[in-house]
């Protein structure tokens, strides 16, 4: 095939791959909105992610997550302590 010249330098070749490349984009843009439309994949990831981040290597919570609960739990008891000495 021969490819002709316009004068403005598009040949058939140029023409060809901007084609390509503009399927690729759009490939890749409906691979993009396709993810972002999934939203149990969302959801699944988002959180194996959280656990990820509270748990150590063996699957264990990490100690950040255990004193953050401790304080937790502390308030909540310390709370219900008010409420029932506030009610007497």
């Known amino acids: 095939m021969t490819t002709h010249s316009s004068g403005h330098g598009t040949g058939i070749d140029e023409i060809e791959a901007d084609i390509a490349r503009t ?3 759009l490939a ?3 691979d993009e909105l396709t993810a972002r439309f999934d939203v149990k994949a969302r959801a699944r990831n988002r959180i194996h992610d959280l656990r990820d981040c509270v748990t150590d290597e ?3 919570p990490a100690p950040p997550v255990l004193g ?3 304080v937790l739990a502390a308030v909540v008891v310390l709370c219900a302590a008010v409420v029932i000495w506030r009610r007497r």
Do not use: L, Q, V, Y
């Open 23 to 25: 399927r690729d984009e």
């Open 58 to 60: 063996d699957g264990r």
């Open 28 to 30: 890749d843009t409906i």
């Open 68 to 70: 953050a609960a401790g």
